[in-house]
Every structure is written in C-alpha cells, then in structure tokens.
C-alpha cells in the first residue's frame, strides 16, 4: 500500500509540472494527421468573402448557385474535406489572419481526391483547376494577380515541379528571400498527374524521376516557400512535417468495391508475373517492390517531365537548408539524386488513380496495355461518380475532342486533352501490346485486387 502510495504521489507532482500526461497516449502518426487535417503552413492568401463570392467570376453565371458550397467544388475539381473543415472543401483552410485575409491552400489541394463519392486524403486529385483557384479567388478580392508561369496546361494536372524551382530560385540557400531571383530553369509543360501517397511507403524515392531520398522530411515542405512565409517557419514546421511523414506512411488505399472474378484474377496474376512484375513488383504477403528507374530509351514516355528538372535546380537545392537534413559522414542530409528515367511505381489501388502515366495521358489501364487504344485527343466529365468510371477498362469515361475553341472561357479549354502538345505525350510503355484482349482483361481483374 505504501508502494502505491508513492506512485500515486509520483504522478500527482509529475502532473502538475505538465511532464505526465492524464489523457490516453497519441502517436505519433495520429499528431501527423491532427497537423496535416487542422493546421496551415503557408500564409493566408484570400478572405473569407473572396470563396463567398467567387462565383462572381464565373462566366455566364448571374446568381449565388443554390447549393454553393457543391457547385464550387465542381467548378474547381475540389472533393469535400472528409473531416471538419469550417464548410471548406479539401485543399483550403482557414488560418490565422494575415492581412486581414484567412484563407490559404494546403498541400491536400494536389493530393487530396475523391473515388465514386468518398473523398480520400491521399488519393491525387485528377479533376483541380489550380489556376482557376488562385486567379479568381485573388480576383474576388480585388487583388490585381497574374499567374508568373502557367500553373495548369490542362485540368487535372499541375505544374508542380515548375513550382518548386520557380519558388526556390527566390530564396538563398537559408531559404531568407533573395533581392535577385536566380536562374534555375522554369519549365511549365511538365503535365504532372499527382502520385497517390500510399505508394510513399513502399519507395526508397520521391517524385516521377526519383529526385528526392523517401526518408526526407524538408523534401515535402517544398510547397511552404510561398514569398510571405518567413524563413524561421520552416524549421519551427520541421518537427510537424515530421509527424506528418509518419501519417502518410500509413495511408492505405481503398479496396476494390465490387465482386471480383477471383478465377479470371488468378489467370491475370500469372500474366502479371510474366509481363509485369519485372519493374511494378509482386504483391501479397511476401510481395517485393524493386524500385526501378526505367531508362528514358526503354520507357519511352513523353520526356519533358525528365527534362524540365534541369540540373541546374539540383545543384542549388543541394545547398540549400532543403538538403542538410542531418549531418553525415560523406554528406550532409539528403541531397537531390539523378536519374535515367521514370520511376515505375507501386501498383497498389490502381484502380482508384486514372489516368496513368507521370503525366495522367491514358486514361484507363486497358489502354496503359494497348498502346493503339490511346486516344489522341480527348475530355471527361471531370466527376469521379459511378457513371464516369469505366469499370471494365478501369479509369475514366472519356468523349473524343476538336481543338478547345479560343472563344470559350480558358477554364473550359484545360478540359481538353490533346496529346500532340509538348508534356502531354502517350506514347511508349508499349510492353502490353504483346498481349491479347483476353489477357488484358485478366490482367485488369487482377488489379482490382491490387
């Protein structure tokens, strides 16, 4: 008695120094996704009006919709927040008062989808206008913004890499802003179609090419550099982003929701093993992924994305407080690394992540297998209900296209896919073609169990 006398005695002084904690334990992953979810790491950009009134801008629109909150999130390609988020959709926040402005971006604008109705974090979102947003949001405002490279090319996708360098070439390498920017090679073709995060786990690297170490924390703070975040913020956000890493590592994808043909799948898991595995890996309990940098010359996939990265940006980074994570024997942190081609990745929920290839050009697996099924020029509904996915092929329900008409608002020209554009490339990855119908199909099916 004596015993627990003291330890009651321990803890009750333990706790009123703040050192032991009353509550249930939180893990660190759990920290991840309470940062990730309530807390914004870039500066308010807009007010809390601009998203009231926004629909404004909206061409040929001459009263508030009925139900707002739904037709904005169409409008701009943002699913609803699966978690409380004062009314906004995923991908905004309200944040302390900057300015008087409110509202900001986080990073769940790019990797935060939705699938047949259920929004996901996580899951790449493949139906954002990025552009729309910040200029009609600023525009709502009354803010006189311009777009210093084009955000967007074609709905779905963004210029993201051409963010990264843009931004970064305003800050010295102690990330304090720069009087001059310097000249890091601004590419905005890249076409980039937003990787799914659960595959993050399964990696040893980061992004299409490989760039960047899987370990690095400072590599996703990346999109933190907007010009009004002040240098101390990224090593205060350091410990955050740090959780939140963790967080991601245990996303899982979703699972095939409907029956599957658990006869044809074996069929399709033997062929998958014989044409597949190779570079995609090998799945279940004792599946392995090997971690391939496919070769541009053996790949052949539309190389701007490779390119668009120029050397030049590398060299920088790797001076930067972006690469001197820790301190190490032969070298500091996690500098960036070069490549030979694309990474060909996890294939886990593969279902859920059309359109395929690093620039989202094919728009269902039946076509990543046939490479003359892919069509050339093409729109989708941009939805992501149960009447826009194709279930047999696997990704979206495309519609041939003309050329977007100049006389339509630009909003509706990045509909339009046209593959003959520079970034936007389908060819390659042929290895499918091989193949008969019958077998894709199997393929597919296996897939689904993915």
């Known amino acids: ?23 249930p334990e939180v893990s660190r992953h759990e920290q991840g996704y309470e940062y990730l979810t309530k807390k914004a790491y870039v500066p308010a ?22 139900d707002y909150d739904k037709a904005f999130q169409q409008y701009y390609g943002l699913p609803p927040a699966p978690f409380e988020n004062n009314g906004l959709p995923l991908g905004l926040k309200i ?46 405002d009354g803010i006189p913004f311009k777009v210093p490279f084009a955000f967007t090319r074609v709905r779905g996708t963004t210029e993201a890499g051409a963010m990264g360098v843009y931004l970064l070439a305003r800050r010295n390498p102690d990330l304090t ?6 000249d890091l090679g601004v590419h905005d073709n890249l076409c980039e179609d937003p990787p799914a995060w659960w595959l993050l786990k399964k990696k040893k690297t980061m992004y299409f090419t490989g760039g960047a170490d899987q370990r690095s924390v400072r590599s996703i703070m990346q999109f933190m550099m907007s010009p009004l975040t002040p240098a101390r913020a990224f090593a205060e956000a350091e410990p955050d982003f740090a959780a939140i890493r963790d967080y991601l590592l245990t996303i ?40 391939k940098i496919i070769p541009l010359e ?20 790797d001076q930067t407080w972006f690469a001197k994570e820790h301190r190490g024997w032969l070298q500091d ?28 050009s094919v728009p269902t697996v ?52 046209d593959t003959s554009r520079p970034g936007q490339g389908n060819s390659g990855h042929s290895f499918g073609d091989c193949l008969t119908d019958p077998e894709r199909m199997a393929i597919i099916e296996y897939m689904k169990t993915l």
């Open 366 to 417: 039946y076509d990543v297998l046939n490479s003359e099924t892919r069509p050339k020029r093409f729109t989708r509904s941009f939805g992501t209900g149960e009447s826009d996915y194709d279930f047999m092929k696997m990704g979206w329900k495309t519609t041939p296209s003309d050329p977007p008409d100049a006389r339509l608002p630009v909003i509706r020209q990045r509909r339009v896919f």
């Open 298 to 317: 053996e790949i052949g996939t539309d190389r701007t994305r490779f390119d668009g990265i120029e050397d030049r940006f590398g060299l920088y980074y």
């Open 95 to 140: 944040t302390k008062p900057f300015l008087g402005r409110t509202l900001t971006l986080d990073c769940m604008v790019c990797h935060g989808g939705s699938m047949l109705g259920k929004s996901y974090i996580g899951l790449g979102n493949v139906t954002l206008d990025i552009q729309a947003i910040f200029e009609d949001l600023s525009a709502a």
């Open 333 to 360: 942190g996690y500098p960036a690394r070069a490549s030979r081609g694309y990474q060909a990745p996890p294939l886990n929920g593969i279902w859920a992540t059309a359109p395929y290839f690093h620039n989202g």
């Open 177 to 182: 802003l720069r009087a001059q920017p310097l």
């Open 45 to 66: 950009s807009w007010t809390r009006s601009a998203y009231d009134n926004v629909w404004k801008q909206w061409p040929g629109i001459r009263e508030k919709p009925a």
């Open 1 to 23: 008695m004596r015993s627990a006398a003291s330890r009651a005695l321990v803890c009750a002084v333990l706790l009123v120094g703040g050192l032991c904690s009353a509550g």
């Open 252 to 291: 899982e994808p979703p699972k095939y929701p409907y029956p599957i043909d658990r006869a044809r799948a074996a069929e399709g898991e033997r062929l998958f093993l014989d044409h597949c595995a190779k570079c995609h890996g090998t799945y279940g309990p004792d599946g392995k992924y090997p971690n």
